[in-house]
């Protein structure tokens, strides 16, 4: 329902409205900055890279490549993320039969996220690298979300070797705490 200066989105309708909405400015934004390494010859060499999308959102980048903006990008910057669950989950054989949950923890983890997203750009072309912007297992204790540390350790080092089998040349670390 759109409802004077707030948006409540309650349904697929909605979802669309709101992608339509914020992706009109950001495919301006991305043309201004085109527009402006063309006319500055130092600003040529630099990667345009898409904002960090927490989990693969396939819905948004489809409006974005039906809007124009796929084109636009160098890259595309994925937050894989993997809540409670190991980074090899979903282990599945043949990888074409997993099913991605529409919504929920399992929707949001690392291995999928990283499958689905190159399949995604083998698809849409370009040769657009992804960039796997936050690597990492929590660790610190009394919380929900968290491996112990020995797991933490083990889940980091499983994460690297998962994202280098995919071919991936881009994977940062962070921690938080």
């Known amino acids: 329902m759109k409802n004077g200066k707030i948006l409540i989105i309650d349904d697929n309708e909605d979802v669309l409205f709101a992608l339509n909405l914020l992706l009109e400015p950001y495919v301006a934004w991305l043309k201004t900055i085109r527009r402006v390494q063309q006319e500055k010859p130092e600003w040529q060499a630099i990667k345009l890279i898409s904002f960090g999308m927490a989990g693969w959102d396939e819905i948004f980048m489809n409006k974005l490549v039906e809007v124009g903006g796929w084109d636009l ?105």
């Open 73 to 177: 990008l160098d890259g595309i910057a994925l937050h894989p993320g993997r809540g409670n669950y190991t980074p090899d989950y979903p282990v599945v054989t043949p990888w074409k039969k997993y099913q991605k949950p529409v919504k929920g923890y399992p929707y949001w983890n690392y291995y999928a996220s990283i499958r689905l997203a190159n399949d995604f750009i083998k698809k849409h072309g370009g040769n657009k690298e992804l960039y796997l912007t936050e690597v990492y297992a929590l660790d610190y204790p009394n919380h929900s979300w968290n491996d112990t540390p020995r797991g933490s350790a083990e889940n980091v080092v499983l994460s690297y070797v998962l994202a280098a089998a995919e071919g991936e040349k881009n994977a940062l670390y962070y921690q938080l705490f």
